[in-house]
């Protein structure tokens, strides 16, 4: 009888873990404060411009928060993440990722202040510290390959500290030539990434892609966007610059028919890496057309700053933090959403006011809704998600 009323009762599955995982990794909070940070920012400034809210700024001011704001906070989740990869060692969590966060949400504060000497100091210092840190990791794994990612977050910070000297009148530089010189180190990161994981990313999530390289294209290629730093640095305009960002272009375009963007069309994950790399050698033959005083310069920033930066950002922020957080590597109909928003906001910002100039105000408006609605969404969707452990405990 005993035998029979003995019954022996299965293990529980162990509960999910619960609890507050935001300071895990690095991507975590920069992505969140990012795209946060873009929903609001951007809208902003749109409305600034067309008169409609007080306290217009200069151009110079968007610029900086663009690229030094919310795409330098998404390079270095990013990095932090992905160089722990690298290098097998660990990158800053916790409260030094919290520390660093906060220095981060000091710079955004102090930026809309006219305390000039503390913005500088606490916007060059982030990137520093965080290429410090990465720096840290990468030597103690023996990842001497990937040094170079430190040295562009040093070049970015020099960038910065120049933009915000110019605007405070302490130096004779123009602010245009040192946001120019900030983009273009960008660029190259995006040119690097993008030549390694956008033919990786095709080939294993669309099977039958046969994503391509060819040494010397890829040589040709990071070489022609080096030549247009220099150029830049230097404040050489006309037809040298026209010749060297034209060669650039096809360069660019010719990397990405190798990787045949059409064999990704029914995998949104993928297809939407390609859709933002075509902006980048749509930026190249723009800058050359401004070269030549053909197109307005505005044309060929924003074909930069909102389509390749907006798009490649916002496809790499739902693909890395998916497979970071133990989601299925799939974009759904949020993602597509996403992705559709920002291109259509650098669509109206980079083709209306070339074909329609009397409509530009109009479209800066509307592309900054757009373009903020779609990082909007990201915050909503991905802001849980990037709070909570992964199902498995691990911190991503």
Known sequence: MSILLHIEELPHAPAPPSGWALWALGFRPFYLLASVYAALAIPLWALQYAGLLPGVRSPAWHAHEMLFGTTLAIIVGFLFTAG???????????????ALAALWVAGRVLAYTPWMPATLVVNVAFPLLAALALFRALRAGGNSRNYFFAAVLVGLALAQGLVLASLAGWVDLSASR??????????????????????????NGAPGTDAQRRPWLEKAALGSVLALVLLDAAGLQGVALALVAALAA???????????????????LVWVLHLAYAWIPLHLLLRA??????????????????????????GMMTRTARGHLGHTLRA???????????????????????????????????SGVLWAAGFGLYAWRYGPWLCRPRPDGKPG
Not at 189 to 194: I, N
Not at 293 to 300: D, N, Q, R
């Open 84 to 98: 722990r990869n690298w290098s097998g060692q660990p990158t800053p969590t916790g409260r030094a990722l919290m």
């Open 178 to 203: 040192a946001l120019q010189t900030g983009l273009d180190g960008v660029l190259f990161v995006m040119a690097v990434m993008g030549g390694r994981v956008i033919p990786m990313f095709s080939n």
């Open 250 to 268: 096809v360069a660019h375009g010719l990397r990405l028919a190798l990787w045949h963007p059409w064999r990704t069309r029914r995998v949104p």
């Open 289 to 314: 057309m401004v070269a030549l005083e053909w197109v307005p310069a505005s044309a060929a920033t924003h074909a930069l700053t909102a389509g390749a930066i907006g798009l490649l950002t916002i």
């Open 332 to 366: 759904e109909r949020p993602e597509v959403a996403m992705y559709a928003l920002v291109t259509a906001g650098a669509l109206v910002r980079v083709a209306v006011p070339l074909v329609l100039p009397s409509l530009s105000t109009l479209a800066i408006v509307v």
